[in-house]
């Protein structure tokens, strides 16, 4: 088994930033693909960023968030962070941490995470 907890949400306004950090437990964390996912009110939920532990710690990132987004992990310490700055307020939603139980593979599709968080409320003002 495997444990997340997200934290870090809040309200921001458009233009500002906020740090998500997702800390595990339970399992071998370095083994573990890690990713962010999100889900606004009445929308599916969608892919934001995720990141190997071997292989370079490559990530991926959805369109929508590149360049604005910025995913990193500690493996000394069982976290993953989401860094996200010129936030919009499209990007208001429910975020949540997830694992994977392999580390060979990144995945944009949340059918291939095993473990979730209970996620956490970003929302950002106009």
């Known amino acids: 088994q495997v444990q997340l907890v997200e934290s870090g949400g809040g309200l921001v306004q458009a233009g500002g930033s906020l740090r998500l950090s997702c800390a595990a437990s339970g399992r071998t964390f370095s083994t573990s693909t890690m990713g962010w996912f999100r889900q606004a009110p009445g929308k599916e939920r969608e892919f934001v960023a995720a990141?190997?532990?071997?292989?370079?710690?490559?990530?991926a990132y959805a369109d929508s968030v590149k360049g604005r987004f910025t995913i990193s992990r500690d493996n000394a310490k069982n976290t993953v962070t989401l860094q996200m700055n010129s936030l919009k307020p499209e990007d208001t939603a429910v975020y949540f941490c997830?694992?994977?139980?392999?580390?060979?593979?990144?995945?944009?599709?949340?059918?291939?995470?095993?473990?979730w968080g209970q996620g956490t409320q970003v929302t950002v003002s106009s």
């Open positions: 990141i190997r532990s071997s292989f370079g710690g490559n990530t």
């Open positions: 997830a694992a994977m139980t392999t580390d060979w593979l990144i995945s944009r599709s949340a059918n291939t995470y095993d473990y």
